[in-house]
């Protein structure tokens, strides 16, 4: 319509957007201020609350089958319906609080998309969650013939992106 705001139409009916918003768990902020750090940088004295992964398939395959490693759960990881920052703070944070320490996998908001590489996604992981992934890495599939096909197409491809 002419004059009128194009909108995100990401939910067919505002009758959708009510009902989700009716449900919606809330989000208790942690703190006045939420530090990101790169993996590399964080020292001792730091205590992540959640890791967060931005990463092609191939990566995201291994941290998704680690994550449910040691559960016997079908869902390990989840993929709520949010914007960009919901899948990357609220809904891990709301896991690392509920104590299932499910992973998040996110950055499928559309609007969000065309601020990070086209072959990226996020999966956010509650501490720990990547305490207990780390724990079991060394028994797990990382082992296998398979993963070692699949390590070597990551590595190539981070030889052909550097």
């Known amino acids: 319509m002419p004059g009128k705001k ?6 067919k009916s505002p009758d959708i957007v009510r009902e989700l918003l009716a449900r919606d768990p809330g989000f208790p902020v942690p703190a006045r201020h939420i530090l990101f750090k790169r993996w590399d940088l964080i020292t001792a004295q730091d205590a992540p ?19 449910g490693y040691e559960k016997a759960a079908d869902d390990s990881v989840i993929a709520p319906f949010s914007a960009g ?3 990357i703070i609220k809904f891990p944070y709301l896991e ?6 499910r992973s998040v996998l996110g950055l499928f908001d559309v609007s969000a ?6 072959d990226r996604l996020t ?3 509650p501490w720990p969650r990547l305490a207990q992934m780390n724990a079991d890495a060394d028994e ?7 993963w070692q096909h699949v390590r070597s197409r990551i590595k190539r491809g ?4 550097s």
Do not use: K, N, W
């Open 123 to 125: 999966m956010a992981v």
């Open 85 to 87: 920052c919901g899948s």
């Open 49 to 67: 609350e959640v890791v967060i992964f931005f990463a092609a398939g191939d990566v995201l395959s291994g941290l998704f089958t680690l994550s």
């Open 6 to 11: 194009e909108g995100e139409r990401y939910e």
């Open 158 to 161: 981070a030889r052909t992106t």
């Open 140 to 146: 797990s599939f990382l082992t296998t013939t398979s």
């Open 96 to 101: 690392r609080q509920s104590g299932r320490h």
């Open 113 to 118: 998309r065309p601020h990070v590489p086209a």
